[in-house]
């Protein structure tokens, strides 16, 4: 109850008062982030080099699913942080790590030199290839290919070079789909419509690489080439790119494919010849036989 005097005279005077206020507004929740992770990668295979033509490297270093190899850290010897092609010298690939798990692939090269002083040569330093199940990343600590400067940092996919006065074409982060099998490859030279090689240095596979010469499997490496004793071309084997084959002026190979100017006697009339001198000379030797007898018998 209340009463009010409303001529003001007296004061209002209130009885059983109950005073409340408005709920407050309920604060609205804040979203939990969602934590989506990345799918697993399906199993594959990450290897260092391998080589097929006048510089044969089987599989090396090859990681299956689950595995990580490493050749800087397995020896303090540097012949063993190195695979080459032997006494060729046209590949060498130093400090080798390689790696395949759920997560990712992996392969890393310290430093790289392949075909050195030639139109083909290939130097580079860092490579580091990734594959996972989101995609593929390839970067460089920098270097040169076929005369072309590379600068440190992420390569593009399918980066190709033309190798001048050559059929070789060199690809940096090479990558092919074949179905549901994914083929990543760091650096690739493909020269087989001319000195008939194909090198591949940081690979990832879903298929396990054939002939794997893996340092320390106890396997032996591929057989090195070896020089022809033939001139024939049936009869020449695989060997190292030879001394002709550097870079000319300006960049551009010198070419050694045009016919060679002819030089010296032609032989292949000599059998003849001395066939006709044998003649010659036992007609002469009968002829002077005949004149004495001649003499003698005039006297």
Do not use: C
Not at 8 to 33: D, H, K, M, Q
Not at 150 to 157: E, F, K, L, T
Not at 231 to 247: A, F, M, N, W, Y
């Amino acid at each position: 109850m209340r009463y009010e005097d409303l001529t003001g005279a007296y004061p209002a005077v209130s009885l059983g008062v109950v005073r409340w206020s408005p709920a407050a507004a309920a604060p609205t929740p804040t979203p939990e982030p969602s934590t989506t992770s990345a799918p697993p990668l399906p199993p594959r295979y990450a290897f260092a080099v391998d080589a097929v033509g006048p510089s044969a490297i089987a599989p090396a270093f090859v990681s299956a699913p689950g595995e990580t190899k490493a050749a800087h850290a397995a020896s303090a010897d540097a012949d063993a942080q190195t695979v080459t092609d032997g006494f060729a010298g046209q590949i060498s690939v130093r400090g080798i790590e390689t790696a395949s798990s759920a997560g990712a692939a992996s392969v890393g090269v310290d430093d790289l030199v392949l075909y050195p002083g030639t139109a083909m040569e290939v130097s580079l330093r860092d490579l580091r290839l990734q594959v996972t199940s989101t995609g593929t990343t390839l970067t460089t600590g920098g270097g040169t290919v076929a005369g072309q400067t590379i600068p440190a940092g992420a390569v593009p996919a399918g980066t190709r070079f033309a190798v001048a006065g050559r059929t070789a074409v060199v690809t940096l982060n090479a990558q092919a789909v074949d179905g549901q099998a994914q083929t990543a490859v760091a650096l690739q030279v493909d020269d087989r419509r001319g000195l008939g090689a194909l090198v591949r240095v940081g690979v990832v596979a879903a298929d396990a690489p054939q002939n794997s010469s893996d340092p320390g499997s106890g396997s032996q490496p591929a057989p090195q080439p070896r020089p022809s004793d033939g001139s024939s071309p049936e009869q020449l084997t695989p060997g190292p790119i030879g001394k002709d084959d550097v870079r000319a002026p300006g960049g551009v190979a010198a070419s050694t494919s045009g016919a060679l100017a002819k030089t010296g006697a032609d032989v292949s009339a000599v059998p003849g010849l001395i066939v006709a001198g044998a003649f010659a000379a036992v007609g002469g030797a009968v002829l002077i036989v005949f004149t004495r007898r001649r003499r003698q018998g005039r006297r």
